[in-house]
Structure formats: C-alpha cells, structure tokens
C-alpha cells in the first residue's frame, strides 16, 4: 500500500477538510472527526485539525435530519493538507458539474485527497482516481469499475495510493483515522484511542464485509454455504449442488439452516437475491431486465413475480415511491 508523506511521524498539527455532501451519513462524519478529537484529547494539545465544507457554504442535510455546519464551500478547504469528501444518498441531485469541476481543479493543492462511502464515485467522476487502486461502499463496487476501467477497484475497506484514499464506509473510516493517528503518532496512542471507542482498528486491507466463517455462533457448514449463496447472487446453483460442496445432503442442510436461521436454504437464497433487487430498483437507474440479470432472475416478469409475493408491491412501485421512505438513489450518478 503507497502512502504519502502525513502518513509519517508527526512534526506539527495536521488539518483535515471534509466536503460533506447533503444526504451524507452522521455516523460517517462522526467516525472520521471523533477519533482526531480523541486523539487530541490524549496528547493533550491540538495535534488535529478540521473543517467541515460543502458544496455551496449552507449547512449540510444529513439522512437522519439533522443539518451539519460549515465552515464555507469548498474553497474554504484550501490550506488543509487533507480533503476527504463524504457522500451518500442523492448523488445525482448534490454533484453538479461544477462541482466536478471544481474539484478536479483544486485537488492538486491537497498533500492527500480521499472519499468515503460514495466519495469515491464523486472522485472518480472528476477523473481523480485514473491509475489509482480504489474501493467505495460494497453495494457499488462493481458499478464503480463497470463505470470506470481506469481504475483498479477492490473490495477492501479502505485503500491508501500515494495521493489517494478510499474508503468503504463508516466504520472503515475509524479504521483509517486510526492508521493515520498510529503513523503519525505511535501505535500506543492509536490503541487509546480505539479503546476509547470500545473498538480496535482493522486492515484497510480486510474486506468490507466478514465472511459467514468468523461467526461463532453459525455451524461450519453452514457458513460456507452462506459464503457459496453470497457469491452467487447472480448465478444461483440449486439447493443440492450447495449441500454437495458443503459436504451435506439437502436434508441435513435444510435442517440446519432452520436450527441456525429460521429459514430453508432455498428461501435464504431467494431472500439475497430479492434484497439486491430492491436495493438495485431504489438506488440506481438500472433496467427491470438488467437488474434480473444482476440477481439471477430469467427474466423480468420471473423477478416481477417473486417481488411482489414477498414485498407485496410492483417493481415499478418501488422505483416511483423509493419504497419504505427511503431516499432516491445515492449511487446512480
């Protein structure tokens, strides 16, 4: 993993700027700023600082309602070594053209530029991360290097490439704050601080998601046919094929499934599959037909089916509506 230079031992204060974008996460924000104040508040002087921009200088909307300060827009994040840009939901309404462009001019003035969750779509846009090795939110991971060939796209929680960061999410985002108070500031400091949080730094290098095996509480077997399912969300084997290579028949396998989950295995499967529809229908423009492709479905009107038996409502309604309350589309810029 390149790094760059505030990546080394610290000689003075280090500021970071986050452009957070409206509809950005709360726990985001706070999971990059809380562990620099913690930080500060172990060794006793300022040896972090930030400030908090947005595209146009208003206070930023958040997903839970509230409405986050700033400092002024983005050019009020020049003089920062950092620029971290947080995004989320509703990136086709916040990343206006000249946003893009203004971030693509001003980005050569950061030692270090970065984003999280969907920050990275918002870097890559602006053509910043051609070259680089990058990550976003695991939900968009292979749109992000369907869309962007340029960029070497990887599952892990976050990535650091000479001048660029990436970053998966919030909790990623502790994590790598807590790489740059541990490269800065020793590994003893780094621990405070996570132990502060009742937590502990993970690899950047980890993906975002932990396999079904590192839970304690699941039978091997069924773990790794959970891993088989996940992996195989656009291309469903049979209930027989998975108990195969579990080492099970169907039967032992289904039974279980029922004792672990509550459920059979063939409605487990079903289930991921359904729920990476509804997710594809609420946060992208995809087609009804490619998001049957994306999920496993032989056809439109096979998903249209199965959607409305376990949601009781249409495809269609749910790209109209953003069903459940939810937001339109975060990712379909």
């Known amino acids: 993993m390149a790094e760059n230079a505030i990546f080394t031992p610290a000689r003075g204060p280090l500021t970071i700027a986050l452009l957070v974008l409206p509809q950005a996460s709360i726990l985001e924000v706070a999971s990059a700023l809380d562990p ?19 595209p146009d200088g208003a206070p930023a909307p958040l997903t839970c309602g509230l ?5 002024g827009p983005l050019a009020a994040a020049v003089g920062a070594e950092a620029l971290i840009v947080i995004a989320g939901y509703r990136l086709q309404e916040a990343v206006t053209r000249g946003l893009i ?22 870097l890559a846009r602006a053509g910043l991360l051609n070259g680089y090795r990058a990550t976003v939110h695991w939900e968009d991971l292979e749109d992000l290097a369907a869309s962007f060939p340029e960029v070497e796209v990887v599952p892990d929680r976050y990535v650091i490439d000479r001048n660029r ?20 500031h ?15 730094a993970r690899p950047g290098a980890e993906p975002q998601i ?11 077997r069924v773990a790794a046919a959970l891993a088989r399912m996940e992996a195989r969300i ?48 609420a946060e992208t423009p995809l087609p009804l037909a490619d998001v049957a492709l994306r999920t496993g479905f032989t056809s439109p009107a096979t998903l249209s089916r199965a959607f409305k038996r376990a949601y009781d409502q249409a495809p269609g309604q749910v790209r109209k509506g953003r069903a459940g309350g939810q937001p339109p589309g975060p990712r379909d810029i």
């Open 36 to 54: 620099l104040r913690n930080a500060n508040r172990q060794l006793g002087h300022e040896a972090y600082r930030w400030r908090v921009v947005t």
């Open 67 to 71: 409405s986050l300060p700033s400092s």
């Open 101 to 122: 462009r203004d971030l693509a001019r001003i980005a050569p003035r950061f030692a270090l530029v970065g984003g999280v969750d969907a920050g990275p779509w918002v």
């Open 165 to 184: 960061a990436c970053i998966g999410g919030a909790a990623p985002a502790q994590d790598f704050m807590l790489h740059l108070i541990r490269a800065r």
């Open 186 to 200: 020793g590994a003893a400091l780094a621990r405070q601080v996570a132990n502060s949080f009742l937590t502990r």
């Open 210 to 220: 932990a396999p079904p095996s590192r839970d304690p509480v699941l039978d091997a």
């Open 234 to 281: 656009d291309a469903p084997e049979p209930v027989s094929e998975t108990a195969a290579a579990v080492g099970l028949s169907p039967r032992r396998l289904e039974a279980l499934f029922r004792a672990a989950l509550g459920i059979t295995p063939g409605a487990h499967m079903l289930g991921l599959r359904l729920q990476a529809a509804r997710r594809m229908l």
